[in-house]
């Protein structure tokens, strides 16, 4: 069994891997080990996912798919939810969650080897449980999305709508401390960003003049 962490945010501006030290502990203290994090800024709206896929080209039968909350492996429409869920499923995985409890008697092998009947009922509420919370992550999507809207059209109507604005003070640290010597991957840590978003940063801002 290899516990493979899915590590997701929406937007370059988010950091993906907020969550590794919690999924790494939460590992620990079960008596386990991560074999593997995959890392990706991409919506959970979106099914097609290079790190998601990627995990589940890895994948073999009985290992754990490790996520700090339902909703950072989807905010699905429930056709794409039950599409992933079957595959995640076919694979063999199966799925771990920081905020769905029943879902840790995958790190308990022993007690699912004693007990089958109580895995079977286990695995019943578990399944029901992160069907429920895939339900809730879609709902609370599209309540924000539907409030953002309002927003943005309540402010265009007022002219003052100016469409999302860069984190200007941020991209000041990346270079400054760029300017300091920090290598990419410093900076990255110092700012919360992936060294690929520091790259992006450092060249965009480049070419204003």
């Not at 995640?88 to 879902?103: K, Q």
């Not at 895995?119 to 599209?142: F, H, P």
């Not at 270079?175 to 992936?194: F, I, K, N, P």
């Amino acid at each position: 069994m290899f516990i493979r962490a899915y590590l997701r945010a929406s937007t370059d501006e988010q950091n993906a891997a907020r969550a590794k030290d919690s999924l790494t502990q939460f590992a620990n203290d079960h008596g386990q080990r991560i074999a593997a994090f995959y890392t990706e800024n991409i919506s959970g709206t979106q099914l097609e996912r290079p790190e998601l896929n990627r995990l589940l080209a890895d994948t073999q039968s009985n290992d754990i798919l490790l996520v700090e909350q339902i909703d950072r492996l989807t905010r699905l429409n429930d056709q794409d939810w039950k599409s992933l869920k079957r595959h995640i499923e076919d694979t063999g995985l199966r799925i771990v969650s920081l905020d769905v409890p029943t879902s840790w008697q995958a790190l308990q092998t022993q007690t699912a080897q004693h007990d089958p009947i109580m895995s079977a009922v286990l695995d019943a509420i578990n399944n029901m449980l992160i069907d429920l919370m895939a339900a809730m992550a879609r709902k609370d999507y599209e309540t924000r999305r539907a409030r953002q809207q309002q927003g943005i059209a309540a402010a265009k109507q007022a002219g003052k709508y100016k469409g999302r604005q860069p984190d200007s003070e941020r991209h000041q640290k990346v270079h400054r401390y760029r300017e300091m010597g920090m290598s990419l991957t410093e900076v990255a840590d110092a700012t919360g960003y992936s060294r690929s978003q520091v790259c992006r940063i450092l060249a965009k801002d480049s070419t204003i003049t």
